[in-house]
């Protein structure tokens, strides 16, 4: 079982707690070491439970071609030394599709959890990590009844793909009474302590995640952001988990004091999974370029602004809380939603808080050769 960056923690989680003990089955856990930031790696296994992974290749950062090649390399005697009768990658990352690689090659069968999103958009680097898994892969674990459909129109046989529920939601559901009871102490990027006490009075707030180098990377482009959430910051305030990748391209264009001359925008560091939980369940609107987190506020009900053009998951917007905007939109759609009463949402099918167990059962008779 492998995990590589911070979103594949939360859907690892389950599937480790659920094979605790387990009499057939062992799980050996291969963290890549794809995200070694404390907050973003070792917080997650402490919160999320799961225990101390079995091997570490600690990759770290590096290109995409970089990071792919250490983690195939590391992997490869991984396989050699464990001789594992399957390896399970979730996600879409570059660990997922690496040890996919690796995997295959080595005639391992390779089972892929949150098989056939598509975004179809080839600019993203994680839907090169999806097709390229998926077109090795042997047994098929998907989400929604929209990426089994994907994995057929591709030509992957019906018998090999089971749609079985969501992970992300497994975590949330597991740990959201935690999160509320979490007391937060959150810093600001320079380590000073953030005065949150207006969150006491019930104050609607909006919680925001970019990254994605479409949106941050290019000056144009950020500063409209820049611009748009300056306006978004006098209609409700801003808690803003700021990525280290969108830090250092708000410094290097100049625009990070721009940003920070409002008050009512909250820049925080990485957060750990509860913290960030948290914040997220008790928001009034959740603005970002994430996947993840278009999942989580789907189950949430929390209305969701995705500045993207498209998304690999979009039953949360079929179904969900989610909408894709353009990013010069984040304003008048977060004003909008800010004066209309709460809609209601639908949660996918199987979005309920069981889908490790039915993995388990799926791969307990898979094991016994009658999948």
């Not at 097709?131 to 929209?146: E, G, P, Q, R």
């Not at 999160?179 to 019930?202: C, E, F, I, P």
């Not at 995640?209 to 959430?229: C, G, K, Y």
């Amino acid at each position: 079982m492998v995990a590589g960056a911070r979103p594949n923690f939360m859907k690892i989680a389950p599937l480790m707690n659920a094979l605790k003990d387990h009499p057939t089955l062992e799980a050996i856990l291969v963290h890549t070491g794809q995200h070694y930031d404390e907050k973003m790696s070792h917080s997650f296994f402490d919160q999320l439970n799961i225990p101390k992974p079995h091997i570490n290749l600690e990759v770290g950062s590096g290109s995409h071609a970089t990071q792919t090649a250490r983690i195939m390399e590391k992997f490869e005697a991984v396989c050699f030394s464990e001789e594992p009768d399957m390896v399970l990658v979730v996600g879409d990352v570059n660990s997922t599709a690496a040890c996919s690689l690796v995997a295959s090659k080595l005639h391992i069968k390779v089972c892929h959890y949150e098989a056939g999103l598509r975004s179809r958009d080839r600019n993203m680097p994680e839907e090169i990590n999806r097709l390229v898994t998926d077109a090795i892969t042997d047994l098929f674990i998907t989400t929604s009844a929209d990426a089994s459909e994907n994995l057929i129109s591709e030509g992957i046989l019906p018998e090999n793909i089971h749609m079985l529920g969501n992970l992300m939601i497994d975590s949330l559901v597991s740990h959201l009474g935690l999160a509320s009871t979490q007391k937060l102490n959150l810093h600001d990027v320079s380590g000073t302590s953030l005065d949150l006490s207006w969150r006491t009075n019930t104050t609607p707030y909006a919680m925001m995640t970019f990254h994605r180098p479409s949106n941050v990377d290019e000056e144009d482009s950020l500063r409209i952001l820049v611009e748009e959430w300056l306006k978004t910051a006098e209609i409700m305030p801003i808690i803003f988990p700021i990525h280290p990748r969108t830090l250092g391209k708000l410094e290097h264009f100049k625009l990070f004091d721009r940003l920070t001359s409002s008050s009512n925008i909250f820049l925080t560091g990485p957060l750990a999974y509860l913290d960030f939980l948290k914040l997220v369940s008790e928001s009034a609107l959740v603005i970002t370029d994430s996947g993840g987190i278009q999942e989580e506020t789907t189950y949430l009900r929390i209305p969701c602004l995705t500045v993207r053009p498209t998304t690999e998951r979009p039953i949360t917007i079929w179904e969900g809380s989610n909408q894709l905007i353009r990013p010069e939109d984040i304003f008048i759609n977060s004003k909008r939603i800010a004066e209309i009463p709460k809609a209601v949402y639908e949660v996918p099918k199987y979005w309920e808080g069981q889908a490790a167990t039915r993995i388990i059962n799926m791969l307990e008779t898979y094991g016994s050769g009658q999948v």
